[in-house]
């Protein structure tokens, strides 16, 4: 029997963005959900080359908010090249609240500089990522709609007849679920910018 490649998917994030916790949970819920018909493997990874060389420039950096990190450098390249790999790249939000960061130490202004970091140089990297938000399952179930681990919810014939023979679509928001880090950064921007 040909071995089956796993499907593989990196967690990045921040000191205190749950990285362990979901990969614990992504493990458990697509471990219950492979079915014998189609062997899927899945291999989540929380420790990728690129996190380490970031947070070894944010240690090294002196004053705190210069980088210290030379993006063409070999080594800078060959950890993009690395998440270029990953079938999947899920960047975990900072929106958890401090008081459920239970033995975390790192300030708010690391936290966020490392945050700024890694969606930088995945942006300049031209490496695909999506941004992951939520508290418990609410986090999970994002990521394993990322993922595309999850049945969509309804199938057209379970609408009702009155939204389907309706002209127009509804407008919906939804930036609260998204993960495009353009759009996101253009949302904030705007938001501070009418403060």
């Keep these: 029997m040909t071995a089956v490649k796993p499907i593989t998917v990196a967690l990045l994030g921040a000191a205190g963005t749950s990285q362990i916790i979901l990969a614990e949970s992504l493990t458990l819920a697509l471990a219950s959900t492979s079915t014998d018909t189609v062997p899927v493997r899945w291999q989540i990874t929380t420790d990728t080359a690129l996190q380490r060389l970031l947070e070894q420039a944010q240690t090294s950096a002196s004053p705190p908010d210069s980088a210290a990190l030379d993006i063409e450098s070999i080594e800078f390249q060959h950890a993009l090249t690395q998440q270029r790999r990953f079938d999947h790249r899920l960047l975990l939000g900072l929106d958890l609240a401090p008081s459920t960061l239970a033995g975390q130490t790192q300030r708010a202004g690391e936290r966020s500089r490392l945050d700024r970091q890694l969606r930088r140089a995945l942006t300049q990297g031209d490496v695909p990522f999506q941004v992951i938000y939520g508290e418990g399952d609410e986090r999970l179930t994002q990521a394993l709609a990322a993922i595309g681990a999850l049945k969509s919810?309804?199938?057209?014939?379970?609408?009702?007849?009155?939204?389907?023979?309706?002209?127009?679509?509804?407008?919906?928001?939804?930036?609260?679920?998204?993960?495009?880090?353009?759009?996101?950064?253009?949302?904030?921007?705007?938001?501070?910018?009418?403060?």
Excluded: F
């Design 153 to 195: 919810p309804a199938a057209p014939h379970d609408i009702p007849p009155a939204v389907t023979s309706s002209p127009r679509k509804p407008w919906v928001w939804a930036c609260d679920k998204c993960s495009d880090p353009v759009c996101e950064h253009r949302l904030l921007s705007d938001l501070l910018l009418n403060r």
